[in-house]
């Protein structure tokens, strides 16, 4: 089975500064990928995703991805934080075949004013 | 454009009973797939409905079982409940079977406490 590893489970920054969040899945297979975001009261929300090709994504409101096949990984990053990205934020993966998404456990972001 | 909708959005149980959550897709998603989220946890894959029919299952008893009508809309059943059920129960649409790159859309859950 496919697993997702999120090893930062509470980061707090002070805003403009840098992010970076760590993702690390398990599975042979082909891939897709996604970060999603739970900011406070409010559901999950798609923020970006990867299927193929540049292994740079961009989502929405400044945040990117990067794809490293070799490491297994898909680490969210965003060059400046803002209060507003105060939120929950999760990793997820489902195979090319199937329709599952395995998530991480999550971690949740406090940016200080 | 309606999103995802559930309901309700609270429900409280004692244990032993039994439950049902509904969930309405975001207008022109026809598969329905639920999740378990706990308290601290990411979360997990319950089932997944395409054409009226449970396609895809996660690690969860048969004490958890779903449905899907005619008009994409689909409920989670759960039977003799037990304190561990105690969860955010959401909703996720997409369209096609064959979504695997389709994005999943969440609605907000059903928060259901077991007492």
């Known amino acids: 089975a496919q697993s997702v590893s999120q090893h930062n489970h509470h980061v707090i920054l002070s805003e403009a500064a840098s992010l970076e969040l760590g993702c690390n899945y398990s599975y042979g297979g082909t891939v897709n990928l996604f970060w999603y975001v739970q900011y406070p009261g409010q559901h999950l929300q798609l923020l970006l995703k990867?299927?193929?090709?540049?292994?740079l994504v961009k989502g929405i409101k400044g945040f990117e991805a990067e794809f490293i096949k070799s490491k297994f990984s898909f680490n969210l990053r965003k060059p400046s934080v803002q209060w507003s990205d105060t939120a929950e934020y999760f990793c997820a993966v489902n195979s090319n075949t199937g329709n599952q998404f395995y998530f991480g456990t999550g971690t949740s972001l406090t940016v200080i004013p | 454009d309606a999103g995802v909708t559930q309901s309700p959005t609270h429900l409280i149980k004692t244990r032993g009973q039994q439950v049902t959550l509904r969930c309405s897709p975001k207008s022109g998603h026809d598969t329905v797939s639920w999740y378990q989220q706990a308290l601290g946890q990411g979360p997990q894959f319950i089932f997944q409905?395409?054409?009226?029919?449970?396609?895809q299952r996660g690690n969860f008893p048969d004490r958890f079982s779903g449905h899907q009508f005619p008009n994409y809309s689909s409920e989670l059943n759960v039977n003799a409940l037990l304190l561990g059920d105690s969860a955010l129960y959401l909703c996720?649409?997409?369209?096609?079977?064959?979504?695997?790159?389709?994005?999943?859309?969440f609605g907000p859950g059903t928060r259901l406490t077991v007492l």
């Open positions: 990867y299927f193929s090709g540049d292994p």
């Open positions: 409905y395409y054409e009226e029919e449970e396609r």
């Open positions: 996720a649409s997409s369209f096609g079977l064959a979504g695997s790159t389709d994005t999943q859309y």
